[in-house]
């Protein structure tokens, strides 16, 4: 059931370049979006996300992107740095009434070499 | 920065044996995660709980799991008789809002 893909599992990006991340849904009653990055050992820790009433949200040197009609969301990171490298993961919700429980991708390991 | 945090850091147990897993929540948050991440998988949504109750259970919290909240801070899961396959990360995380989720550094469980 994989209903929030990411299908780059890895990307590598020169310090100070453009990061750009993708993920793809399938579920059309999710209305909320967001991406976590994630170091080893340690938990997600939250980035940035998006509603699906608005097409971009920008925080600094990240901008999330969506476009409900493809179902496709992006991350871009502007300019990368080293200390981005890590795993992003896209997640996605729907309100079911009481609480909204987060669909995770398979995540993408993000290198920003020197 | 409140933050959510989570004991122990890892757990060791043998098959069969109940273990608990400790979290405490930011303070002022209202809705509270179980998620777990098997080694090289995804992290998946395990229970959510709102009011002092569960709202919504994945097919992976079967009657082996359980969740409390047995006080204004801690949450808990437990896990009556744990097999080999629950080795994994398992991550709490709550939220005011029900959206925007924050996390625990999370639990390592091995069963060996």
């Known amino acids: 059931d994989q209903q929030v893909k990411q299908n780059s599992p890895s990307l590598s990006v020169q310090e100070g370049r453009i990061s750009i991340l993708n993920c793809d849904y399938t579920?059309?009653?999710?209305?909320?979006f967001l991406w976590y990055k994630k170091y080893p050992a340690e938990g997600p820790t939250f980035l940035i996300s998006?509603?699906?009433?608005?097409d971009k949200n920008e925080d600094g040197r990240f901008t999330v992107f969506l476009n409900k009609s493809a179902k496709h969301l992006s991350l871009h990171i502007v300019p990368s740095q080293p200390g981005d490298s890590a795993v992003y993961f896209c997640?996605?919700?729907?309100?079911?009434?009481?609480?909204?429980?987060?669909?995770f991708g398979t995540g993408t390991r993000l290198q920003v070499t020197l | 920065e409140p933050e959510v945090t989570q004991t122990p850091s890892h757990q060791v147990t043998q098959m069969g044996q109940e273990v608990i897993l400790r979290c405490v929540p930011i303070?002022?948050?209202?809705?509270f995660y179980w998620y777990r991440q098997i080694l090289g998988q995804k992290v998946e949504f395990l229970v959510s709980?709102?009011?002092?109750?569960?709202?919504?259970k994945s097919e992976i919290f079967d009657d082996q799991f359980s969740v409390e909240r047995p006080d204004g801070s801690n949450f808990t899961l437990k896990i009556r008789s744990t097999k080999l396959e629950d080795s994994a990360m398992y991550f709490c995380?709550?939220?005011?809002?029900?959206?925007?989720?924050?996390f625990g550094p999370g639990t390592r469980l091995t069963v060996t």
């Open positions: 579920n059309s009653m999710f209305d909320y």
């Open positions: 709980f709102y009011n002092n109750e569960i709202s919504e």
């Open positions: 995380a709550s939220t005011e809002v029900s959206y925007e989720q924050y």
């Open positions: 303070s002022n948050h209202l809705y």
């Open positions: 997640a996605a919700s729907g309100w079911t009434g009481t609480a909204s429980k987060l669909t």
């Open positions: 998006i509603s699906s009433i608005k």
